[in-house]
Antibody, heavy 116, light 110 residues
Framework: EVQLLESGGGLVQPGGSLRLSCAAS????????MSWVRQAPGKGLEWVSG????????YYADSVKGRFTISRDNFKNTLYLQMTSLRAEDTAVYYC?????????WGRGTLVTVSS | QSVLTQPPSASGAPGQRVTISCSGSSSNIGSNSVNWYQQLPGTAPKLLIYSNNQRPSGVPDRFSGSKSGTSASLAISGLQSEDEADYYCAAWDDSLNGYVFGTGTKVTVL
């Protein structure tokens, strides 16, 4: 059974940084692209970033480009999202999702709140 | 601001058929496959339809998807109370070089 478990969310001040992690199990992690998708309170889904199975290719939404960095450790079966220069509008539940497009499995999400 | 447009709401009585539209452009729906996600209240999204019209294992055949040109649609037949949820279309966008979600449609069972 595929399992994705996000962690690392919390309250951070504007301009601060946070690193999210997603521990994956139940599938051959290195064979799949992985992505981060977020959902602001009461709002719709927004794709944030994606990475290829090898980690060699990365993709970002314009709203986070230059501030967020996606990476993965295929030995630890873990996906990361390093977030810097955080803004109030980055407040959201961040989901880890399996796939490059067409996300067959999702984690439960981790809440990031950017507020002073 | 999403590049895929959906109606904000749709509704129907139990047993009825509901259709949700998703309008895009040549850089997304027009050149890539469409996926649909269902998000029940308070839960993570779930893949409902992939590659325009394919159902993952476990998804009832009451759910069907189609695509024509730069638009797609999701149909729910034999509407049930447990179908009350938010539904999102999505596709890769070649111009943005990223994945885009629709604005979302809230389905209510009357």
């Amino acid at each position: 059974e595929v399992q994705l478990l996000e962690s690392g969310g919390g309250l951070v001040q504007p301009g601060g940084s946070l690193r999210l992690s997603c521990a994956a199990s139940g599938f051959t992690f290195s064979s799949y692209g992985m992505s981060w998708v977020r959902q602001a309170p009461g709002k719709g889904l927004e794709w944030v970033s994606g990475v290829s199975g090898s980690g060699g290719s990365t993709y970002y939404a314009d709203s986070v480009k230059g501030r967020f960095t996606i990476s993965r450790d295929n030995f630890k079966n873990t996906l990361y999202l390093q977030m810097t220069s955080l803004r109030a509008e980055d407040t959201a539940v961040y989901y880890c999702a399996k796939g490059s497009s067409g996300y067959s499995s999702w984690g439960r999400g981790t809440l990031v709140t950017v507020s002073s | 601001q999403s590049v895929l447009t959906q109606p904000p709401s749709a509704s129907g009585a139990p047993g009825q058929r509901v259709t949700i539209s998703c309008s895009g452009s040549s850089s997304n729906i027009g050149s890539n496959s469409v996926n649909w996600y269902q998000q029940l209240p308070g839960t993570a999204p779930k893949l409902l339809i992939y590659s325009n019209n394919q159902r993952p294992s476990g998804v009832p055949d009451r759910f069907s998807g189609s695509k024509s040109g730069t638009s797609a649609s999701l149909a729910i037949s034999g509407l049930q109370s447990e179908d009350e949820a938010d539904y999102y279309c999505a596709a890769w966008d070649d111009s943005l070089n990223g994945y885009v979600f629709g604005t979302g449609t809230k389905v209510t069972v009357l």
